[in-house]
């Protein structure tokens, strides 16, 4: 999927089962119209016989923060695919947040509490950016 499509994605549902296919892994298919996941091995091929609801990764910083545990899983100094695909991530993130470089801190206060409605859906996109790339 091309970056403009992903970046121009709103957090929701749909938003939410994109990344539990491509970023977590899960087979997602619907139930009575509502999106449902089972987690899938990719190394044994073998998907768990569960149906689980697909979590609000891009609106709650809980499941958000399964996206970021998923992409930094793969980080060790011998797994250079891994530390690409985390790099990739970050640089996404970065990018999507519009964070540089010269960041005051003392307006740090004042935006976080728009940063954390603003950061699921941002994490979702950078993992969806960076998992593509690779």
């Given at each position: 999927?091309?970056?403009d499509e ?5 957090s929701?549902?749909?938003l ?14 619907s ?7 089972s ?7 073998i998907?768990?016989?569960v149906c689980?609801p697909v979590?609000?990764y891009?609106?709650?910083i ?6 970021v ?13 891994g ?6 991530f ?5 990018e999507?947040l519009?964070i ?5 801190t003392?307006?740090y ?11 699921p ?5 950078a ?7 690779k």
């Open positions: 999927m091309p970056e992903i970046l121009a994605m709103k929701g549902i749909d939410d089962a994109l990344v539990a296919r491509q970023v977590m892994e899960f087979v997602v298919y139930v009575c119209g509502e999106p449902r996941c987690p899938h091995d990719n190394k044994t091929g998907t768990m016989d689980l979590l609000r891009s609106k709650d809980s499941p958000a923060w399964q996206v545990e998923k992409m930094r899983g793969n980080v060790s100094p011998d797994n250079r695919e530390n690409i695909l985390f790099g990739n970050c640089g996404a993130l970065i999507i519009n540089d470089n010269d960041w005051d003392s307006a206060n004042g935006v976080w509490s728009i940063m954390k409605c603003l950061m859906e941002a994490i979702c996109k993992a969806l950016i960076a998992v593509d790339v």
